[in-house]
C-alpha cells in the first residue's frame, strides 16, 4: 500500500520556475527509483526525469538544462525544480515510484 500527493502545481509565465513536490507514504522499498512522468493534452505521457537512491539522474532529452530532480530519502519525498519554463511544458505531472506506482497528478500551465 502506497500512496504518492504531488503539489507544487500552478500557472506560471514562460522564463519562470516552479518546483513540484512529492510526498510518499506507505510500503516503499528506499531502493526503487523514483521520478515524474508528464502527459499533455493530445500527447502520450513520457517520461521526464528520474532518480535513484545513489543520486542518479536522467531527463528526457526537451529538458535538460532546466529542470533538476532531487530526493530525500530519510523524508520519503522527491522533488522537480523546473526553471525557464516554456509553453511547451504545460501538462499534468505525475509523480512516479518503481515499478508502478502513481500520483493523482498536478497541472503546470505555462504561459506565453
Known amino acids: 500500500q502506497v500512496q504518492l500527493v504531488e503539489s507544487g502545481g500552478g500557472l506560471v509565465q514562460a522564463g519562470g520556475s516552479l518546483r513540484l513536490s512529492c510526498a510518499a507514504s506507505g510500503r516503499i522499498f528506499s531502493g526503487n527509483a523514483i521520478g515524474w512522468y508528464r502527459q499533455a493534452p493530445g500527447s502520450q505521457r513520457e517520461l521526464v526525469a528520474a532518480?535513484?537512491?545513489?543520486?542518479?539522474?536522467s531527463y528526457v532529452d526537451s529538458v535538460k538544462g532546466r529542470f533538476i530532480i532531487s530526493r530525500d530519502n530519510a523524508k520519503k519525498m522527491v522533488y522537480l525544480q523546473m526553471n525557464s519554463l516554456k509553453p511547451e511544458d504545460t501538462a499534468v505531472y505525475y509523480c512516479?515510484?518503481?515499478?508502478?506506482?502513481w500520483g493523482q497528478g498536478t497541472q503546470v500551465t505555462v504561459s506565453s
Open positions: 512516479w515510484l518503481s515499478p508502478d506506482y
Open positions: 532518480i535513484s537512491r545513489g543520486g542518479s539522474t
